[in-house]
C-alpha cells in the first residue's frame, strides 16, 4: 500500500516562493506516476501537475503553467512541486497523488493514492 507525506506548505506573501515535497513509502516510486491537486475554499479539487515514472514527462494547468514546477527524485521517493510567483488564488490545500499506470494523467479519479495534503495561504 503506497502512503503519500506532503510537507511544505504555509503562510506567505504573494510574490514569494514555496517548494511543496511528497514523500512515498511502501511501493516502488520509480513505478508510479505522481500528480498535483489543489483544492481552494469552497471549490472543487482541481489538477495542477503531473510526472511520469522517469520525470522526463510532464504536464500542467493552464492556469499553473510558467509560475509551477513539478520534478521527482526517485533516490528519495520524492516528488516536488516548485510554486513562484504566488498569488492569493493560490490559496488551497495542495494533495499529492499517485497512479501506477505508464501514463501522466490529469483527472482526479484515475489517480489511486492520495497523501492528506498541506496548506498553502498566500496574502495579498
Known amino acids: 500500500q503506497v502512503q503519500l507525506q506532503e510537507s511544505g506548505g504555509g503562510l506567505v506573501q504573494a510574490g514569494a516562493s514555496l517548494r511543496l515535497s511528497c514523500l512515498a513509502s511502501g511501493g516502488t516510486f520509480s513505478e508510479l506516476s505522481m500528480g498535483w491537486f489543489r483544492q481552494a475554499p469552497g471549490k472543487a479539487r482541481e489538477f495542477v501537475a503531473a510526472i511520469n515514472w522517469s520525470g522526463y514527462s510532464t504536464i500542467y494547468a493552464d492556469s499553473v503553467k510558467g509560475r509551477f514546477t513539478i520534478s521527482r527524485d526517485n533516490a528519495k521517493n520524492t516528488v516536488y512541486l516548485q510554486i513562484d510567483s504566488l498569488k492569493p488564488e493560490d490559496t488551497a490545500v495542495y494533495y499529492c497523488?499517485?497512479?501506477?499506470?505508464?501514463?501522466?494523467?490529469?483527472?482526479?479519479?484515475?489517480?489511486?493514492?492520495w497523501g492528506q495534503g498541506t496548506q498553502v495561504t498566500v496574502s495579498s
Open positions: 497523488a499517485a497512479h501506477q499506470l505508464s501514463l501522466i494523467l490529469s483527472l482526479e479519479h484515475e489517480y489511486e493514492y
